[in-house]
C-alpha cells in the first residue's frame, strides 16, 4: 500500500506533473496551466502537504489552502486532492484524504471544505465516505474553455476540534 509522507519543494516536479494531470481532465479545477512552486507555495498552507508514495513514486498528493486571511477563519482550509491517472480507484484518494484529515487536525483546522465540479462525482463520493457533507452548490460559478461549470460544496466539521 502507499505511505503518505509530508512533501516540499523538492517534489514539486512529480507534484506538478500530477496536477497537470488533473488539470487535464476539465473537471477538478479552473487552473488552465501548472502554477510555479513559488505561486503555489504562497497560496497553500504550510502544513498539511502530503504526498502518497508507491513503489518510490510519488502517485498523489493532497493539500490545504486558506479560505480567509482573516483570523475567525484560521480554523477553516480548503482541500486539494488529486491522484495519477495510473493509479485512481485502488484506495489511494481515500488513504490520503484521510491522513489529511488527521493532520488538519493536529494543526487546529475544525472545519475542511470542498468545492468539486458537480460532474466528478468520484472525487464528491470519496470526500462523502470520509464524513464531508454536500452543503450546496454553485451554480455556473466557473467558465472553462467557454463551458460554465457547477461546484458542489462539501464540509467536513472536526469532532476533536469543539
Not at 13 to 22: D, F, L, V
Not at 29 to 49: A, G, L, Q, Y
Request: a neutral charge; one cysteine or more; glycine letters at 6%.
Amino acid at each position: 500500500m502507499a505511505q503518505i509522507k509530508s512533501f516540499s519543494e523538492t517534489d514539486w516536479p512529480e507534484i506538478a506533473t500530477i496536477y497537470k494531470e488533473g488539470i487535464d481532465t476539465g473537471i477538478a479545477t479552473f487552473e488552465t496551466e501548472v502554477p510555479s512552486w513559488e505561486t503555489w507555495n504562497d497560496s497553500h498552507i504550510k502544513s498539511c502537504r502530503l504526498k502518497a508514495v508507491l513503489d518510490d513514486k510519488i502517485v498523489g498528493w493532497a493539500a490545504l489552502s486558506p479560505t480567509s486571511k482573516r483570523e475567525v477563519y484560521k480554523g477553516v482550509a480548503e482541500v486539494s486532492i488529486y491522484i495519477t491517472s495510473k493509479y485512481r480507484n485502488l484506495g489511494i484518494g481515500k488513504l490520503l484524504l484521510s491522513k489529511l484529515i488527521e493532520e488538519s487536525e493536529k494543526e487546529g483546522f475544525w472545519t475542511l471544505q470542498a468545492g468539486v465540479f458537480s460532474q466528478n462525482i468520484t472525487s464528491i463520493t470519496l470526500h462523502i465516505s470520509l464524513g464531508f457533507r454536500e452543503i450546496g452548490y454553485r451554480e455556473k460559478v466557473g467558465k472553462l474553455n467557454d463551458i460554465w461549470y457547477d461546484n458542489t460544496i462539501l464540509e467536513r466539521r472536526s469532532k476533536l476540534i469543539i
